[in-house]
Each structure stands twice: as C-alpha cells, then as structure tokens.
C-alpha cells in the first residue's frame, strides 16, 4: 500500500482530535507519564530535608556533664553571642562556670555537639561549613543541568520511552545508593550521578505535549500538576514520618523501581514514530490507539498521515539553529527558565525559614501548585499566553518585594504573601513549560526543550545557596527573586502569542508559528517524506 501524496494528505493532529482527550488509551498513558511527575517532584527537592540545617555549638569538655539538655544555662559565658557555633572562649581553670574563661580571648572550636546525632550534618561532621550543606543542593541542580543536555537529544534519537525508563531506573540505583554513603564526597558524588542520570522528567513531559491535540493540551497540564503535588505532599509525610535521612532517602527513591515495568506497558510516542520514518511502527500504534478507543480509523486516513521524517537526525539541533529566529526565541526561553527555576527553587529551599511546622509548610506549598495550574489551563485557553506570561512574572515579582516589608508580627500575612507568590510562580513555570514546548520543531523539541531546561537550571544551582544571604540582609534572597521575576517578564514581548496552533513539525513551520493557523505541507514534501507501507 503506498501512502497517498495527493491534496488528501492528513495532518496526525487532525487524527488525535478524533480520539478526543480522556479516552481510554490517553487515560493509561496520562497516568503512566504523570507518576514521572511523582517521583521527580520528590527527587528534585530531596536536599531540602536530608541536608536541612541542624543546630550546633562548641564541645566545651568540662562542662558536658553539667546537662544533656542542648542549649545548656551556661552557654552563654562559653562562647561569644556572635560566634554561630563555631568559636569560644579560653579556658583559664577546670572550673564550668563564669570565672572558669577568659573572655577577651576567643578560641576556634575543634569539636561540636549537634542537637541531632544522626543528622547529615552531624555524621558528616559540618559544623562551621555550611557552605558544604548548601552545596548538595547546587550539585543537584549541577547534576540535572549536565543530564538535560543530552537526555533532550537521547529522547529525540532513541525515543522519548526508552529516555523516561533510563532515567527512572538510574534515579533508583543513585538515589538509593546515596542513602548508602560513608563520606560527604561520595555522597556527592552520588548526589551528581543521580541528578543527571535519573531526570526522566523532560522526556515524559514532550510525550505527554505529543500525545494529545493541541485543544486538549493545557487539561493534561491540570492533572500532570496535581500527581506532581501529590508527590510534595508525599514527600512531606514521609519527612515526618521517617526522620532518619537515610531511612528517608530510601523511601522516597523506591517507588522508581516500577519504572523497570514501563518496557512492557509503556507505548512510544506516535508524532516521533513518524518523524522518524517509522510508519509502519506508528501505523500500529495508531490502530492500536483506535481500538482500546473503539473508534473505527479507515484505511485512507491511515495511507495519508503527513508525517515529517528526519532525514538530518545527526544534526537536527545544527537544523534548527539556522533560523535566526528561532535562535531570538531560544535565547529569551533561556532568561524564562533562568529566572524561574531560581525563583521556583529559591522559595522552596527559604521556605524553613518561615513560622510555623516545616512540613505542614513543604505541603501546603505544594498544594498551593493544585489552583496554580488550573488556573493556568483556564487563562491561558481565553488569553493564550503571552499576556498571562507576562503578568504573572511581574505580578511574582512584586509579591516577593513587598514581603520582605511586612511587618513581622503579622505572621499569617507575611506566610500568606509567600504562598501566594508560589502560587504565582507555579504558574509562570508551568506556562513556560508549555510555552516553550510549542515554539520548536518535532525532530528536535526535545533537544531544545531540555537544552533551554538545562541551560537555565544556572537559576536551580544558585538557589540553594541563597540562605547564605540572610547573614548580610535576612530579606535579600526575597527581593532577588522580585527583581529577577520582573526582568523576565518583560522578555515576553518579544515572543509571538500562541494558543492551540498545531505543533510546529519543521523549522519553517516553527518560524511562522503565531502568524498564522499551520497548515500542512505540500504534495511535493508529503510525497518525498512519507514513506510506502
């Protein structure tokens, strides 16, 4: 059977609108890709709890039996009031007491007693190096930065399934591992392999985009978000529940051990199916597609699916980077991620810093991305996407500069502005995920979606060392993220709008894309691309 090449040619898009959103095939692949969503909303943020801060002071030997109680009464003529744990005053007699220290003599500490034996920082032995905490976080965001960089490309040459299975399984065997570390630089280290190995979360994503008609694109959004919430509030339980790092790091990597079951219950994407010459694969898939739908595909529209085969598959990133235009794009999709992933990462590693319980804090932060993203779907489908874009930037912003000037009394306004600026930022990212997703070609959306993702975690590797700041101004790294937040926004007027344009499948297509409803190619390139069954 040859494929027709005539004015009947068949866009796949028009083939999905048939199936609808919530058939039944969708819904399994939907679940399938969201539980990417679960168990990488708990990885991303692992550091926040395993290397969260533990208070410290001197070991003072002859005053240690004074007390078990932590903060002891006779702290305060041991070390100075300014010494955070990390110097003290000469001893001048065996004595625990006032006279027993020279007070205008100041020693460094070389011994510490931690209020938690079993912390990170106690087995690891940081005190006075906070730096060294903070830097797990950087390292993470080092390691997704280095695995974005190519798992993009990985997922457009051997397929977007093959990249979530790959990267799911090797997020279980680091993320256990490090559980398993003696040393602070083995769990470095393994806090860097686990991070660029196990991210399946870009690859999932663009199958999810490519699964579905545009008209029903931002519903999916809705749902990815909340299993990803799901995941925070999991993740927040199991921090209380689990207390031990160790213990804790275990349980929150073991459910990636499903991931090995996706090789059997997992399909390919039908869009890379096709753009890659696979017809007949994607042929299948399709028929397949229609039957648990039980809807009937006839045999014409099957013969006359314009596909676009990729026929420079070694250098489709070298392709798309020919156009200026899409380069324009590219870069201001760079400064979009760098801002957010600082800010996003940013409120979630300040937010221990707030009143009240942590976890109670880490899950209602969660929750909070639940009306985020469904805000999103509703505004974005009347207002398209550059104006919401824009002002959510600038209105997160604004919110992380007032903050900081609440008075402190008024914990409960002080708490709920942070939220709400959370709220704000969950959806800016989620619009620029799928912002950015629309604005590239098929052969290499991938490639230029996690190359914008990695390039633009420089954002997620400064965050965590932001709590340095408050030693200088405690409101700094807010009033960072306000200003960063409003630079951003205004990038976006120099981006096309979109709304439910089909995905662009060349560079042509991608350069004329919020000009004008794509069309199909010609007679001429169906007929050159499209290969016989």
Known sequence: ????????????????????????????????????????????????????????????????????????????????????????????NEECSETGFNTSLVETCDDWVYKRDDSFVAEFKLACQDWKRTFVGTVHSIGMMSGLLFQGQLSDKIGRKAAVIIGGVAALVFGVAKSFANSYVVYIILEWFEATFGDNCSPAFIMGVELMHGDYRLHQQIFFCFVATLGGVAFAVAAYLVPYWRHFVRVIYAPALLFILYYFIMDESVRWLLSKGKREDATNLLLKMAKVNKIALDEKTIVNIKCEENKVESSALRETFRSKIVIKRFLICLVWWTSCTFIAFGLIVNVGFLAGNKYLNIGIMSLSDIPASIAMVFILKRYKRKKPLLISFISAGLLCLVQPFVPKQYVWMSTGIYFLGRFVSTFTFTTVYVYTSELFPTYSRNSMHALCSAIGRIGSILAPMTPLLTVYMESLPTLLFGGISVLAGLTTMLVPDLANEPLPDNVQQAENIGTYQLTITTNKEVEENCKTL
Not at 24 to 50: E, G, P
Request: charged share 20%; hydrophobic share 35%; proline share 3%.
């Open 1 to 92: 059977m040859v494929a027709n090449s005539n004015e009947n040619s068949v866009h796949l898009d028009e083939v999905l609108k048939k199936f609808g959103a919530f058939n039944r095939y969708n819904i399994r692949a939907v679940l399938l890709i969201s539980f990417v969503f679960f168990t990488n909303n708990m990885h991303c943020i692992n550091y926040i709890i395993v290397a969260e801060e533990t208070p410290y002071r001197c070991k003072i030997d002859k005053c240690e039996s004074e007390s078990n109680v932590f903060q002891q009464p006779w702290y305060n003529f041991t070390a100075p009031l300014d010494s955070r744990g990390c110097n003290r005053y000469s001893e001048i």
